[in-house]
């Protein structure tokens, strides 16, 4: 069976669960050496065993990509641990707790934002100035139904989305000179570990209520290996020509 992206290397954040360790497998089987940051080191190295068993490669870095230094640190454990980079997964989120305005508070708002929004921009930005040196690349973004409708979570989670996508097309048009294309993926309902992140107690209830209305015509939930399958393809050549796209995979829910 031929592999589509040996030779590659790719990093993936947020790779030690859920969508990110799904796509750092399936890209892995097709070649690709994967770099996987995360900050559960426990996790991240259960996922890497699993690559290397199946006879891929994954070399990991445990740090904070919300940082300058600890975004600079991953794309640097691809180009300069392995020489290349040709496509960047910028998967790792975490979730508010459903605040409406009138209640997020300062502390959740600025950890979501520095995780779902800054670590993206701070990753490509790094990630571009290689990519411009050296024949371009792909990114893609993984946002979510929240980054093109209000319904979906809190302010903090909206609003960081609404910047990925927004990040995702101005990236797009600035580099495609370049041959760097960035997409973002509009993500659906999906089952990931990625309510962990949830002090349950603070949920908004009065939020929530108003939000479940649009939940509930949600037509299905997906899988990692569902969203991971649209990585692989806009990581691969047959995608060349989507470029500041966003691809939903939400089994029909912004159909709504």
């Not at 605040?99 to 571009?128: C, F, I, T």
């Not at 997409?183 to 908004?204: L, P, R, Y």
Request: net charge negative; aromatic share 4%.
């Amino acid at each position: 069976m031929s592999q589509r992206l040996a030779g590659k290397v790719v990093v993936i954040t947020g790779a030690a669960s859920g969508m990110g360790a799904a796509s750092a497998k399936l890209l892995a089987s097709e070649g690709a050496t994967i770099i996987g940051g995360d900050v559960n080191a426990e996790r991240l190295e259960a996922v890497a065993s699993e690559v290397q068993a199946a006879g891929g490669k994954m070399v990991t870095l445990v740090g904070d990509i919300s940082t300058k230094e600890g975004a600079n640190a991953l794309i640097a454990k691809a180009t300069e641990g392995e020489g290349r980079l040709d496509v960047l997964v910028n998967n790792a989120g975490i979730m508010d707790n459903f605040e409406g305005v009138a209640k997020v508070e300062d502390q959740v708002w600025h950890r979501v934002m520095s995780v779902n929004l800054y670590a993206p921009m701070a990753l490509s930005r790094a990630a571009v100035q290689w990519m411009k040196e050296h024949g371009g690349g792909a990114i893609v973004n993984v946002a979510s139904a929240a980054g093109v409708g209000g319904g979906a979570a809190g302010a903090a989670y909206t609003a960081s989305k609404h910047g990925v996508v927004g990040l995702t097309k101005n990236t797009a048009i600035a580099y495609a000179p370049a041959g760097i294309r960035c997409n973002a993926i509009i993500v659906g309902a999906v089952a990931t570990n990625i309510m962990e992140s949830i002090n349950q107690e603070k949920i908004d209830q009065e939020a929530m209520a108003q939000f479940g209305k649009w939940h509930g015509v949600t037509p299905g939930q997906l899988q990692p290996e569902d969203i991971a399958n649209v990585v692989l393809f806009l990581s691969l050549d047959e995608s060349k020509m989507i470029n500041g796209a966003t691809v939903e995979a939400d089994a029909g829910w912004m159909a709504h």
